[in-house]
Each structure stands twice: as C-alpha cells, then as structure tokens.
C-alpha cells in the first residue's frame, strides 16, 4: 500500500493521494484567509464545521440530481472526492447586495436583486481573481462558451436549492462561491465546498447589521464570535438531517 502524497495545499485544505488514483482526500484545516490572503488567521473547529456542512449539502444536491465530487467522510475534517481537473473560474452567485459588489457599484448593502447575479471570476492568486467578461474567459480559454452557460445554469440551480434549505433553516442565503472541476470522463461536477467560509449567511432571526452575520465575513470584519457563527450555521443545518 503506497503512502499517501500531499498533491496540493491550499488557503483551506490540503489535497492527499489515496489507494484509488480516481478518488483523493482533502484535509480541512483552521487557517483562515481574507482579501486575497493579505489577513491571515485561525478559526478554531472551522475545518470540522466546512468539512461536515459541506459533506451533507454535496448530498442534499446530489439527491436533487445536481453531480458534485463528494464520495465519503471518513473523518470530521477529511472528505474522499472524486478527482477532477479543476476549471480555472470561480462562480459567484448573488441575492442580495454585499462586499464587493456593493464596493464596486454603490448599490447599498442589503439590496434585494430582481434576479440573480451570476459572475464569473479568473482562479489565480497572483492576479487577486479578477471578475471576467465572457469575452475575457474566451480569450484566456478558461471555458468554451458551452460551459460557461452549462455553469451558469447549474449555478442558478443550486442557488434555488441552497436558498430554499437554508430559508428553512432561518438563515438567509446573500452570495456564495462556487468552484466545478471536470472528472476523468469529461463530466463537470461541483467540487470545493460550501460553507461559511464560501457563503455570505445572515441570521433571520436577527435584525441588527452585525449581530446576523454568520459567516467568514465576521473574521474579515472584526466583528467577533466567529467560531460561535460557524457552529450556529453548522448546528441550523444538522438540525434538517
């Protein structure tokens, strides 16, 4: 049995080799990391609480006939995913007015969208993941323009899946990051997670600007209780297991 091999490490996780060359394990670790890795820090237990969130709505999708990369969690803070080619885009998909689109468009902070925002943002650190044109994805080949409206479309499905769940577990679905990646058959599948670290989650139950925040913006912030947030949002949604 070969050992295994750290193939990757990111901001949030750390990627292993397993006996099986299609399936790999992530590791979630503590560390946290905000405006493109300039705040640096540590969120005691968020590894455990990413991890777990992210292994029970990878298989509430999955049941909703969306394919995602989720095979097993062996372990509160490692996942077994299927191994995939990640696409170099990260999908954004906003309800609701916060961070930098408020930043970049004036529209107030807790604007209510008409519909939802879809934008498309270029994977690379070095770059500070610059927010794309369809015409600039085209000429960087980052998709064919088949899997940017594949994309979307997906994107505006979970959307209407995770925003109704978590309607139902009193929170409120602002935005959220997703990453896809392309399996050994050519077959797109959400891959990353979801969690508070990738989604904006207010409290529905609070009113006050800063107390409904249940999400990595209360580390960007400073606004305190962080790892109280994230096991508040991990409770909510094992509360609908």
């Known amino acids: 049995m070969a050992s295994p091999q750290a193939l990757y490490e990111g901001k949030a996780k750390i990627?292993?080799?397993t006996d099986n060359a299609q399936v790999l394990?992530?590791?979630y670790k503590d560390d946290a990391t905000a405006f493109n890795a300039q705040k640096r820090g540590n969120i005691a237990g968020k590894g455990e609480v990413n991890c777990t969130m992210s292994s029970y709505l990878f298989q509430k999708l999955e049941a909703a006939g969306i394919a995602t990369h989720w095979h097993a969690q062996p372990s509160p803070r490692e996942m077994l995913v299927r191994a995939v080619k990640i696409?170099?885009?990260e999908v954004v998909v906003r309800n609701i007015a916060a961070g930098s689109l408020c930043q970049q468009t004036g529209i107030p902070l807790g604007t209510v969208l008409e519909k939802p925002l879809v934008e498309f943002y270029y994977k690379d650190d070095a770059l500070g993941d610059p927010l794309l044109t369809p015409g600039r994805i085209q000429l960087l080949a980052a998709a064919t323009p088949e899997q940017v409206e594949e994309l979307t479309q997906l994107?505006?499905?979970i959307n209407q899946h995770l925003g109704q769940?978590?309607?139902e577990c009193g929170i409120t679905l602002v935005d959220f990051k997703l990453?896809?990646?392309v399996d050994a058959e050519g077959k797109l599948l959400l891959a990353d997670e979801i969690s508070?670290?990738?989604c904006r989650l207010w409290d529905d139950s609070e009113s006050d600007p800063e107390r409904r925040v249940m999400d990595k913006d209360r580390f960007r912030k400073d606004l305190g209780q962080v790892e109280e947030a994230y096991q508040r949002v991990l409770e909510r949604v094992l509360a609908h297991c």
Request: aromatic fraction near 24%.
């Open 15 to 17: 990627i292993y080799t």
């Open 25 to 27: 394990r992530a590791y």
């Open 87 to 89: 696409v170099p885009l």
């Open 155 to 157: 994107s505006l499905s």
């Open 165 to 167: 769940f978590f309607r």
């Open 179 to 181: 990453e896809y990646g």
């Open 196 to 198: 508070p670290d990738t």
